[in-house]
């Protein structure tokens, strides 16, 4: 590791420095932050989670209830409350907050130790803790949790200026230093995370302790000669620097390989950008889902074989389609390259957001591309979104993406200010001196009109990208995993104050470069039309057979609107296909209807929603791949 500490070259706009105020996705934060993050700790309260602090710390007395990984539920929560709270300031929630880490003080022990299901009763933990502190990582999540801790702690200090939760979290930090390390225990978490929140917990202290301690978590993985290894199931089978193919447990991974790209950023660690090249090639070319989920497996909940992509029996966690974005937001802040950004939009919109019921409540752990009416998928109990589970880490992870989304929307260089998503809303930053304000008008994903209002205190030179999506150049994926049956001849437009401009496309970016002064209208128009997408002839499971796309949003067929069987009916390649929002159909929508072949023959009217809408309506059939006839 250089001596150097250093920082992404592109760094995001804060979330807290861009207002979104569009029909598509504030709707989704109102009722995460006024919802789901109350709902979450009312879960949290009702299952014993919340109390297990108070057992801990001698506040309460009784037996640790649930499992030994439930402190991380809480501290996710929390996280996301924080989120809101930069938000809108909300005094009661505050309060709360302060409440809640007041339990956590207390029941961290004196040399800073928090891990609940050891601390009630250290004689009697429950078996998975192992006998000893730092006895049974491979299984007993006592890093994973702290690891949550460290980010909900950074985002509270942020939104509160409060050192209160910040100092525990430094104080666990310290001594997980002090007994980690070269001349410490060689050992690693069976679940990362809390390397990644290193990263974090260095950038708000500046302490490179924490950098050098994620730094050896990661390079400790895989070297067998050092520790009894815990296999690819966990990433542990290689060194990371020689990682090619993602493998085993697809959350673990996609944390991992966040958490690589953080300390390859912070460090100058360049032995990682080999490893994440190949794995993320390896990702998209091979193992994603068409709606950005990952993990084609329900045992280990992992990546399956390369082109192992099922439709029905796909389990596509929530959680790691959200892994899947930190990653490829990460990669984009190492790179500036827009192929990040669309795995990043896809998943966001599809694998990410059908995972959160639209009443703020009810969750998806797996994500199937078809549901037949009686295989359970939904963590075996279900075919329908749940209000909560055992293992509720998807409920609780949602929270955290959602408030803070909007610091994915626009990111800034020394050079140039990237706008990564279309989405309404209004953003201020500084480039070349002058003070910045974008307000972007659209009704995307809907509508592929996107209007920008760039305002200038006083002239600066610098380079504006706006991403041409890659389904906008013709590809689902800036790989062959997928393509199109059909070519669009369309092209994205773009004009400024009224001037058409030449598309001047680097790394997937469309680039105008220009001393910008007072006012300027930057108008750009993306194609939507309906696609047909097709799978690499390598994804058995998927030969024959077809998708819809429209933008970025992935189609499904549901019971709820189609009189045929959605798993059975064919779909022409010459069939006529069209567009129609519906503005009172699940909350609005713009559907895709057309018609298509029975089973005897017949043609049937056929109606096709965006996937992350499905299941609202009752747990019916639903399908993604559809047969071509």
């Known amino acids: 590791m250089t001596s150097e500490f250093r920082d992404y070259p592109i760094q995001p706009l804060p979330f807290t420095a861009v207002s979104i105020q569009d029909r598509f996705w504030k709707t989704r934060i109102d009722t995460a932050v006024s919802i789901t993050i109350p709902y979450d700790f009312e879960k949290c309260e009702e299952t014993g989670?919340?109390?297990?602090?108070?057992?801990?710390?001698?506040?309460?007395?009784?037996?640790?209830?649930?499992i030994f990984y439930d402190d991380s539920d809480v501290f996710k929560v929390v996280e996301g409350a924080a989120y809101a709270l930069q938000i809108a300031p909300d005094a009661a929630l505050e309060a709360y907050l302060d409440g809640l880490i007041a339990k956590f003080a207390a029941a961290q022990e004196a040399d800073g130790y928090l891990y609940t299901a050891r601390s009630i009763d250290p004689g009697n933990a429950p078996e998975p803790c192992g006998r000893e502190r730092w006895s049974n990582l491979r299984v007993n999540h006592e890093l994973y949790n702290v690891g949550h801790m460290y980010e909900a702690a950074v985002a509270h200090y942020q939104a509160t200026g409060k050192r209160s939760f910040l100092d525990i979290a430094i104080k666990n930090a310290d001594l997980i230093d002090a007994v980690f390390g070269p001349t410490g225990i060689h050992d690693v978490p069976g679940h990362q995370e809390i390397?990644?929140?290193?990263?974090?917990?260095?950038?708000?202290?500046?302490?490179?302790?924490?950098?050098?301690?994620?730094?050896?978590?990661?390079?400790?993985?895989?070297?067998?000669q050092q520790r009894e290894i815990y296999g690819d199931y966990c990433q542990d089978h290689l060194p990371v620097s020689q990682q090619q193919e993602a493998l085993g447990h697809a959350v673990r991974a996609g944390y991992m390989y966040a958490g690589m790209a953080d300390i390859a950023a912070l460090t100058g660690a360049d032995e990682y950008r080999a490893a994440l090249d190949a794995l993320w090639e390896n990702v998209v070319g091979k193992k994603l889902a068409l709606t950005g989920g990952v993990g084609a497996r329900h045992e280990g909940e992992a990546f399956g074989d390369n082109y192992e992509l099922p439709n029905l029996t796909a389990y596509n966690e929530t959680c790691a389609a959200q892994a899947n974005i930190l990653w490829n937001q990460r990669m984009f802040l190492l790179t500036g390259d827009a192929k990040y950004i669309d795995i990043l939009e896809r998943?966001?919109?599809?694998?990410?957001?059908?995972?959160?019921?639209?009443?703020?409540?009810?969750?998806?752990?797996?994500?199937?591309?078809?549901c037949d009416g009686e295989y359970r998928?939904?963590?075996?109990?279900?075919?329908?979104?749940?209000?909560w589970y055992k293992t509720s880490c998807c409920p609780t992870n949602v929270v955290r993406l959602l408030p803070s989304l909007s610091g994915y929307v626009y990111a800034r260089d020394g050079d140039g200010l990237y706008v990564n998503l279309y989405v309404a809303g209004s953003s201020q930053t500084v480039m070349a001196g002058a003070d910045i304000t974008l307000e972007q008008r659209t009704d995307y994903p809907w509508d592929g009109a996107i209007d920008i209002r760039l305002t200038t205190s006083?002239?600066?030179?610098?380079?504006?990208?706006?991403?041409?999506?890659?389904?906008?150049?013709?590809?689902?994926?800036?790989s062959d995993l997928y393509h199109y049956l059909d070519d669009s001849a369309a092209a994205a437009i773009l004009a400024v104050d009224g001037a058409p401009q030449p598309l001047r496309l680097r790394a997937g970016y469309a680039e105008i470069r220009r001393e910008w002064s007072g006012e300027s209208h930057i108008s750009l128009r993306l194609p939507l039309p309906i696609r047909r997408v097709a799978a690499h002839p390598a994804v058995a499971e998927l030969a024959g057979k077809v998708a819809l796309e429209r933008g970025p949003l992935v189609y499904a067929l549901e019971a709820a609107d189609n009189a045929a069987d959605p798993l059975t009916v064919a779909l022409a390649d010459a069939a006529e296909l069209s567009a129609r929002h519906q503005p009172d159909l699940l909350k609005g929508v713009t559907v895709i209807q057309g018609?298509?072949?029975?089973?005897?023959?017949?043609?049937?009217?056929?109606?096709?929603?965006?996937?992350?809408?499905?299941?609202?309506?009752?747990?019916?059939?639903?399908?993604?791949?559809?047969?071509?006839?």
């Open 595 to 629: 018609e298509a072949i029975q089973e005897s023959g017949e043609a049937t009217p056929i109606t096709a929603i965006p996937y992350y809408a499905w299941g609202h309506r009752g747990a019916g059939k639903m399908n993604v791949w559809l047969r071509r006839d």
């Open 458 to 478: 006083q002239a600066a030179t610098f380079t504006l990208r706006l991403r041409i999506p890659a389904f906008a150049r013709g590809k689902p994926l800036p």
């Open 377 to 387: 998928f939904n963590r075996e109990t279900s075919m329908a979104r749940q209000p």
């Open 195 to 224: 390397e990644l929140a290193l990263a974090r917990l260095y950038r708000v202290t500046g302490e490179k302790r924490y950098l050098r301690l994620a730094k050896f978590f990661l390079d400790t993985r895989g070297r067998e």
């Open 49 to 66: 989670r919340i109390d297990n602090f108070a057992k801990a710390g001698g506040l309460l007395a009784g037996a640790h209830k649930g």
């Open 347 to 370: 998943s966001l919109y599809n694998g990410f957001l059908a995972g959160v019921g639209m009443d703020g409540k009810s969750f998806y752990y797996v994500n199937p591309l078809a």
